[in-house]
């Protein structure tokens, strides 16, 4: 396939601030609805809103937290903006080379159909993604601005990792794409192994790693990442497809699947 071809498949990044409704939502949901506790991440960001956790109604904390979400965005404004653009030109470095070679590693073409990737800047310390809509919250200030192109990465990963996974699994309810289901966690276990790919680890230039929590699950004597970081390898060596490598780490963590109960 020729190289201009591919290119008029593959998406393309935009970066824009989270509607602010979106970004109270997620507030909520990060402090009070999800599982693992997140609020240490937030609150090294923004001290100010522990007081949120004092109130008992969702109706006062929406209030408490929708207040303080507008009175930060207009203090730090012109750091958002200034930072969005910083992002953007360094992530349009790569862009074009990491969104093909990725397409080569998962051996998975970009849809047709996809032509934008959505990035939200946001203050909030974590960065969830919609695999329906295809866009992902970022935030705003990371001291070093590689982090932002790195954490871009991984989550475009997400986008065709389950391109592929949809064609595997057609009849999959996409639910199960989200915490706390397995197949999130494989998803957020293969994400970094996937991207030490070396052809992709050259293109962003730094490893990278994922969650702390399967850091510390053991499957056989092996950390979670490390098993799968292996097996990966293995599958390389012996010049297997991704399908049969994605096909043998679904096996194994669903007989494991008793280790990923958080």
Request: net charge positive; glycine share 2%; charged share 35%.
């Amino acid at each position: 396939m020729l190289w201009e071809e591919l290119n008029m498949k593959i998406p393309k990044v935009k970066f824009t601030e989270i509607p602010i409704e979106t970004e109270i939502r997620m507030f909520y949901y990060f402090l009070f609805e999800n599982d693992w506790d997140w609020s240490k991440s937030l609150f090294q960001v923004h001290p100010n809103l522990k007081e949120v956790k004092e109130l008992k109604s969702k109706k006062d904390r929406i209030a408490f937290i929708t207040k303080y979400i507008k009175g930060f965005r207009k203090v730090r404004g012109e750091v958002i903006d200034k930072n969005k653009e910083i992002y953007k030109k360094n992530w349009e470095k790569i862009e074009k080379d990491f969104l093909l070679t990725l397409s080569e590693v998962i051996e998975e073409e970009w849809p047709k159909n996809r032509k934008e990737i959505v990035a939200n800047m946001s203050i909030n310390t974590i960065c969830p993604r919609d695999i329906k809509d295809w866009c992902f919250s970022i935030f705003y200030n990371y001291d070093k601005k590689l982090i932002a192109t790195k954490l871009i990465a991984h989550e475009i990963t997400h986008f065709l990792y389950f391109e592929r996974w949809k064609k595997l699994y057609p009849k999959m309810d996409q639910k199960r794409f989200n915490k706390p289901y397995i197949e999130w966690h494989l998803s957020e276990i293969l994400a970094p192994v996937i991207l030490n790919d070396k052809r992709l680890k050259k293109i962003i230039g730094e490893k990278s790693y994922g969650y702390k929590e399967h850091e510390k699950v053991k499957i056989g004597n092996k950390t979670t990442p490390k098993f799968f970081e292996d097996l990966y390898r293995k599958y390389q060596k012996e010049n297997r497809s991704f399908e049969e490598f994605l096909k043998e780490s679904y096996r194994v963590i669903k007989e494991n699947k008793e280790l990923f109960n958080f």
